[in-house]
């Protein structure tokens, strides 16, 4: 079963949704434009719940099939907002907002579930209930924590949830997929270096901290190399290196380290975490120096069910005519994890083509995959809940 024909019909008009919205980005949770878009669309539609302010700004549409005969709900989310950055696409349709940019296609993946949403309310052709959950603050406001925190799965009766993200570099038309962990928990940490600044000229009477500093960047690789498994994975990132001065004759009293940490497995997760905190203070206390070391867990890793895995890359497989692809798992991070914490589900990748990166100032989704992803969404629901 290829794209459905009446979401193919809808394809210019949910390519201007998008385009509208890709024009005004919003950012985080406050996304007043965004938000009441959607939830205007979603009444219109003729959705039998529309609920806002879900996870604070989140927005929740209920539509139920021709029957209810064995109370099952499925759960649809899609992202909403932006990034803080220049857009440098050129396009007629560029963010009309300085400094805020749909950078990684959540206008596109808003339009699709939007696309998806309309075509269900149409048609009702499944035995149970879909719930559309557009979800703020992706973009590290953990969004999708604040929706569950608010009563989400309890409050809907979810029982299952899917998600989906465009892949720049996978062709128009084309899934990836994989059971397990399929994106990173994403951690963070700030290490503040002291030690005892002087003249640049007396070395000896200081306790050099931009020294003692660099010897933990470079220590701290060795939790990948040296304290992990090597057949598992590990991602430690030193990404800001700040010393109180900027003089070309001081040697600063303190420097200030900020960095990232992405695993795939919750012990190599409380692994990396120790290592961490033990190299640089012990790093430090070789040089006479104190490191003060503040570690802060992110979002959990994003971990596809099997069952609901492999249902979803049969939906896949028949919308886009050719078997999804085995994707590897990505250290990058998603929100949706606290979804998938909460209830069983799947999230998956849809082909952007040969496009610029996401978070990168010339991105643009591509809307030669509107179809496809809106079908994705709706035969999910149709498959899973069929009627009759």
Not at 209 to 225: D, G, M, N, P
Request: proline share 5%; charged share 25%; with cysteine.
């Amino acid at each position: 079963m290829p794209v459905k024909n009446r979401i193919a019909d809808m394809h210019d008009e949910i390519t201007a949704w998008r385009r509208d919205i890709h024009e005004h980005p919003e950012l985080m949770y406050d996304l007043p434009r965004t938000s009441a878009l959607v939830a205007e669309k979603l009444r219109a539609f003729g959705c039998d719940e529309v609920v806002e302010g879900i996870g604070r700004t989140g927005v929740v549409g209920v539509i139920k099939g021709k029957s209810d005969s064995k109370g099952r709900v499925i759960g649809l989310r899609a992202d909403m907002d932006a990034l803080p950055i220049i857009e440098a696409t050129g396009l007629p349709y560029a963010s009309k907002t300085n400094g805020k940019m749909h950078a990684c296609g959540h206008d596109g993946h808003t339009a699709m579930l939007l696309g998806a949403a309309r075509y269900l309310a149409e048609t009702r052709n499944f035995d149970g209930t879909a719930v559309v959950i557009f979800q703020p603050a992706e973009e590290g406001g953990a969004g999708g924590k604040a929706m569950v925190d608010d009563g989400l799965m309890s409050r809907f009766g979810i029982g299952e949830v899917y998600g989906m993200h465009n892949m720049p570099g996978l062709p128009v038309g084309r899934f990836a997929i994989k059971p397990g962990p399929i994106m990173a928990a994403t951690d963070e940490f700030d290490i503040t270096v002291t030690g005892k600044g002087g003249h640049a000229a007396k070395p000896h009477e200081c306790v050099d901290t931009t020294l003692v500093a660099s010897h933990i960047v470079v220590a701290l690789q060795s939790i990948a190399s040296r304290n992990v498994d090597p057949l598992k994975q590990v991602v430690v990132s030193v990404c800001t290196f700040k010393t109180e001065s900027e003089a070309h004759n001081v040697i600063p009293q303190t420097v200030f380290l900020k960095g990232t940490v992405r695993t795939l497995e919750e012990d190599v997760r409380d692994l990396a975490e120790a290592r961490l905190k033990a190299v640089a203070e012990n790093t430090a206390a070789a040089f006479g120096a104190v490191a003060d070391v503040t570690y802060r867990r992110g979002y959990p890793v994003t971990d596809n069910a099997p069952d609901q895995t492999d249902f979803a890359r049969e939906v896949a497989d028949r919308i886009a005519g050719q078997e999804a692809l085995e994707t590897p798992p990505l250290m990058g991070g998603e929100d949706f994890s606290y979804m998938l914490n909460e209830r069983p589900g799947a999230y998956i990748f849809l082909g952007n083509g040969d496009t610029a990166s996401v978070h990168h100032p010339e991105y643009n989704f591509n809307d030669d995959a509107i179809p496809f992803g809106c079908s994705w969404f709706a035969e999910i629901v149709e498959s899973r809940m069929p009627a009759g």
